[in-house]
């Protein structure tokens, strides 16, 4: 193989799996070190500055970190990432004055916003301390989208929610509340904003046209039922109701069910577990409010006696699943009847964009989509920019900040007759982080701990209300200790390969057995020459270059490295040394001073 | 040194061996030598070697004196039995603790000052004896532990960290173990496991004395230019001229040798040595070749190194007492200890 080349950003940045897993790339190990030491406010800030929503996304966020993390690998359960960013929002100062402000005097350029959801929140984020004159143009008569009307209030409290939308708009944001969009065409031509970003997610529940469908008003459409729940216009529900689907749209229709007073409630799954949407944290938490969970049953038809609903049919499936793990289409095998009051349909989001014309140069794909560059955020039509659900599909609140970041950069270039394609690159800092003989300057002993449970609020009390918060948040101790299961991965190994001497002492630490000095070969026959299997193809070997003394190359296997910093601390030259990465992820912000500074 | 103890958490694929246990079963305490040391990459190669082997830890003992390289048992197979005795006095605890207790695998770690220097008449005795042992000297030519002074194996010519070079003839142990009639001889380098975890497996299961002399620099006080045990000399100056592996009892031979490559050595349990030469010039087998050939490369300054020379057909210790088979230890206290009666009719014999 070749030497590898640790000057691209992106290597060590995939060694801090949770970071590079995030879509926003949030600097999870340095937010994590930093509630170790108390620093409440500014892990929050740390945590702010890439996902914008720290204290919502620390209870709602649907966590591509975890499934991420190194410890996973290591032991059975990652590092509970997300709870430890509730920890830092609940236990911050006021932070309030260290938040960007809008200038004085605004830059003379108008962005139209459409939609207050996360999207067009964090676009506004971005762009008002720049000095944009924001609009915001929303529907309802209230700000945050999904995260109000669909997201629970048992898992997400308006005051949290309000809070954090307020940091952003209290920097002067134009909030226009009910007040939907209804011509794209009239938007654009009325030529009062620069740019214009959509941010009206994915708002269309899918429907499920089986015989019955329409013969009785007991059957809603999960994400317009829970909107519902949200205002109040609906506040009770049968004894029993089914679910359909098992994502987590699902997930909340059942759990909200049983504080609108059902009893028995069932979540009808197609397909077998494992093969669910919803996330094993949502399943986990439904089961335990007693929701059942029926696997194999495909709905038929709904059962209606004297125009009442009594039921609903269900075809009895079985699958074959290959050694691949891959699911057949299955096949019935037998039908049941099973009787209730409700159905609730959760089966998935489409996009709707009734209110763009079609012939205003937007182009839409075959799925109706509107046509999106990946990396700009703009559509087919110049100074036309998406995010968040609107863009690409139903994606989830953090995935929309990234959106925003990426069109905030994209909509100030754009604004500034800058090209928006030619962005600043992702940068690295890497630092050394021995502190004195057998010092470091991290917490890099390893700590067997479990990872903690997170305490619930008991489950006869939480039904009483339905904003009752059910979880309670990890007490002083639980985060103390759970903090010391990072293992830091951004605390990188670094290899200076003219300083080896080959005397094997980093091989023979390492506790999880990582190292080896061998011939170079090629990847696929190194990997079978290692000291411990490296059969995680995922991550990455790290080979230097030829060795001074018998021209072998040291081999590192990301795999599994517990960051501890044995090797170096055994390494006599000084060949391995702990530096800390620092990804540079640029923001709209970055991209402004970096003209600031090459015009000064 | 480090202060950090190594974690206890390991990869989760590391193999097995017979007895369910993996390599860091069979670790000690974390080291308190140099950073960089050879001895500890000896101590890893003692590691892979035993838990290959699937020694059960408590079937093992652990021997050695006084030095860096006679500190080096603390750090490996916790479980086991050790004991550090006093500069230069392994062989003799070690004699004794064989005559006691046959069953027992003996290692005895050793530095080239323990036993080259304050500890050589014990060496060559236990040699003589044939002991069933497997003896390693972590050469260095260096007391390491008492800040570098030249030990009995520096080269003429080496040069100190400060000061004037070497000018005393160098003891080499491996022909001294020739010379003596040792019957398991090989040497190796700290940094070349390939070589080394079979040699120390081999002499595990070899049946008498063995020796493994191993180059295993001291990167504080003999690493430096001019010096002939450093890494860079040693790697140098390395010649290789036999390869070996060891292969259990009962198992299939699966590796290929090519016709006349391989030569079998079976020992006493049953397991077979593979020797494969290098050099094709060298044989194993015969004294007088090998002490020929290690003087005349010795000479153009080579450190011939793999496993020179196994006797098969010397008997150790107690085997030339005619010892019984049940470790002393175990037998019963009437039968070790005849009584009175029957010592009064031996001490009639000699009257
Ligand atoms: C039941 C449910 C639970 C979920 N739970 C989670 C979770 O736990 N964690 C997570 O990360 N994600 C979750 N999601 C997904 C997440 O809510 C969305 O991905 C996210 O809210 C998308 O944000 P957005 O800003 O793109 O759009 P939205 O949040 O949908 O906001 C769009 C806004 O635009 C407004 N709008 C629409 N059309 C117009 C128009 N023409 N003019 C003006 N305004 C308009 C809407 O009223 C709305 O306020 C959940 C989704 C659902 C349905
Ligand atoms: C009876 C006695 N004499 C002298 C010493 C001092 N002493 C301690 S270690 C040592 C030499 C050790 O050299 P070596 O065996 O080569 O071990 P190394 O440290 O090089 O591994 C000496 C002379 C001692 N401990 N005891
Ligand atoms: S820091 Fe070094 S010694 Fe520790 S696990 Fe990683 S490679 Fe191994
Ligand atoms: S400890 Fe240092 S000098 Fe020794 S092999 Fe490892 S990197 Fe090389
Ligand atoms: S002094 Fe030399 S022999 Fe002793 S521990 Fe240090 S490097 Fe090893
Ligand atoms: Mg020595």
Redesign the interface.
């Known amino acids: 193989m070749k030497p590898t080349d640790t000057t691209n950003p992106d290597y060590f940045h995939k060694v801090v799996d949770c970071q590079w897993a995030c879509p926003a790339h949030t600097d999870v190990p340095e937010y994590i070190r930093l509630i170790a030491q108390g620093r409440f406010s500014d892990a929050y800030l740390e945590n702010r500055k890439s996902n914008v929503f720290p204290g919502i996304l620390g209870r709602v966020c649907d966590r591509p970190c975890e499934p991420a993390c190194r410890r996973g ?3 059975d359960k990652p590092v509970a990432i997300c709870r430890l960013k509730r920890v830092a929002a609940d236990h911050r100062d006021d932070i309030t004055d260290q938040l960007p402000k809008a200038p004085a005097e605004t830059n003379g350029k108008k962005v139209a916003l459409i939609g207050a959801g996360c999207a067009s929140l964090g676009v506004a984020n971005d762009l008002a301390p720049l000095g944009y004159e924001i609009t915001i143009f929303e529907a309802l008569g209230a700000t945050g989208g999904l995260m109000r009307t669909n997201i629970p209030r048992f898992r997400l409290p308006p005051e949290v929610l309000d809070e954090e939308i307020d940091y952003i708009l209290d920097m002067g944001v134009d909030l226009k509340l009910n007040h939907p969009i209804e011509s794209m065409k009239a938007l654009l031509d009325s030529d009062e904003y620069d740019a214009v970003f959509v941010g009206t997610g994915a708002p269309r529940g899918k429907n499920l046209e089986i015989p019955g469908r329409y013969d009785s008003d007991r059957i809603h459409i999960g994400i317009e039922w829970l909107e519902s729940v949200a205002f109040e216009h609906i506040e009770t529900i049968g004894e029993r109701v089914l679910i359909i689907g098992v994502g987590n749209t699902a997930m909340d229709c059942c759990r909200t069910s049983l504080r609108l007073g059902a009893k028995d409630v069932k979540v009808m799954a197609r397909k077998p577990r494992g093969f669910f949407k919803a996330s094993d944290w949502e399943l986990e938490d439904a089961e335990e409010e007693n929701v059942d969970i029926v696997v194999n049953h495909s709905p038929k038809e709904f059962v209606l006696e004297d125009g009442k609903l009594v039921g609903m049919r269900f075809d009895v499936m079985e699958y074959n699943i290959d050694e691949t793990g891959r699911i057949d289409r299955g096949k019935a095998v037998d039908e049941v009847m099973i009787p209730c009051d409700d159905v609730i349909l959760a089966i998935g989001q489409d996009n709707a964009f009734p209110w763009i014309e079609r012939d205003i140069g937007i182009e839409f794909n075959e799925w109706d989509c509107p046509v999106v560059d990946e990396k700009t955020m703009m559509c087919s039509r110049d100074g036309v920019f998406f995010g968040g659900d609107s863009a690409f599909g139903p994606k989830n609140i953090i995935w929309a900040v990234a959106h925003a970041h990426e069109a905030a950069i994209s909509i100030h270039k754009y604004c500034q007759g800058e090209d928006i394609g030619d962005r600043l690159p992702v940068g690295l800092n890497l630092s050394t982080q021995k502190m004195g003989m ?1 010092e470091w300057s991290y917490s ?3 700590d ?1 701990a479990g990872r903690r449970l997170m305490p619930h609020v008991d489950l006869k009390e939480r039904f009483k209300k339905l904003d009752i918060e059910v979880e309670l948040g990890f007490t002083a101790e639980q985060a103390a200790k759970e903090v010391e299961r990072c293992l830091n991965c951004d605390i990188q190994t670094v290899f200076t390969a003219k300083l080896c ?5 980093c ?3 390492c ?4 190292l080896t000095i061998t011939h170079n070969g090629e990847e696929a026959d190194l990997r079978t020459r290692l000291s ?2 490296a ?1 995680n193809l995922e991550q990455a070997l790290y080979v230097s270059d030829d060795l001074p ?2 021209g072998r190359v040291m081999v590192k296997d990301e795999d ?1 490295c ?1 960051h ?3 090797c170096a ?5 000084g060949a391995w040394d702990m530096q800390k990465s620092h990804i540079l992820l640029p923001y709209a912000a970055d991209e402004a001073d970096s003209k600031e500074t090459t015009a000064a | 040194m480090s202060y950090i103890a190594k974690p206890r958490v390991s990869h989760p694929g590391l193999p097995k061996n017979k007895l369910g246990l993996t390599t860091r079963d069979y670790e000690g305490t974390v080291s308190t030598l140099c950073a960089g040391c050879g001895h500890d990459s000896v101590t890893a190669a003692i590691i892979q070697a035993v838990f290959e082997l699937d020694v059960e830890p408590h079937m093992l003992a652990k021997m050695s004196g006084i030095g860096c390289s006679s500190k080096t048992p603390a750090y490996f197979v916790s479980q086991s039995h050790g004991f550090n005795s006093v500069h230069g006095r392994m062989p003799s605890v070690t004699t004794g603790a064989n005559a006691a207790n046959r069953d027992l695998m003996y290692i005895g770690v050793s530095g080239d000052g323990d036993s080259l220097s304050i500890g050589v008449g014990q060496f060559v005795h236990a040699i003589r004896r044939n002991l069933n042992m497997c003896y390693m000297i972590e050469n260095n030519g260096v007391y390491g532990l008492t800040k570098g002074q030249f030990s009995a194996s520096a080269d003429i010519g080496s040069l100190p960290k400060k000061g004037l070079p070497n000018q005393q003839e160098p003891i080499d142990p491996v022909s001294t173990a020739l010379s003596l009639g040792a019957t398991y001889i090989g040497r190796s380098f700290s940094g070349d496991k390939e070589q080394l975890v079979p040699l120390i497996k081999g002499a595990l299961m070899h049946d008498g004395f063995a020796l493994v002399d191993v180059i295993s620099p001291c990167v504080t006080f003999n690493d430096h230019e001019g010096s002939t045990k450093s890494y860079a000399h040693t790697r140098q100056f390395y010649h290789h001229v036999t390869d070996m592996d060891y292969i259990p009892p009962a198992e299939e031979i699966k590796a290929k040798y090519a016709e006349g490559e391989a030569m079998p050595v079976e020992l006493h349990d049953g397991s077979t040595i593979m020797l494969r030469k290098v050099d094709d010039e060298y044989d194993p087998t015969s004294r007088a070749a090998a002490f020929k050939y290690l003087r005349d490369h010795f000479n153009a300054g080579e450190i011939t190194t793999g496993l020179l020379y196994i006797n098969k057909e010397r008997r150790e210790m107690h085997d030339l007492m005619g010892n019984v088979d049940t470790p002393l230890a175990e037998l019963p206290l009437d039968s070790l200890n005849p009584g009175s009666t029957e010592l009064r009719k031996i001490l009639k014999r000699y009257a």
């Open positions: 690998r290591v032991e057998h890099n002993d390893y067997p001497i080959e005397c094997d002492a091989i023979d630490i506790p999880v057995d990582c411990a299997p059969e003394q018998t599994l517990v501890c910093s044995l601390e055994r390494c006599p030259t």
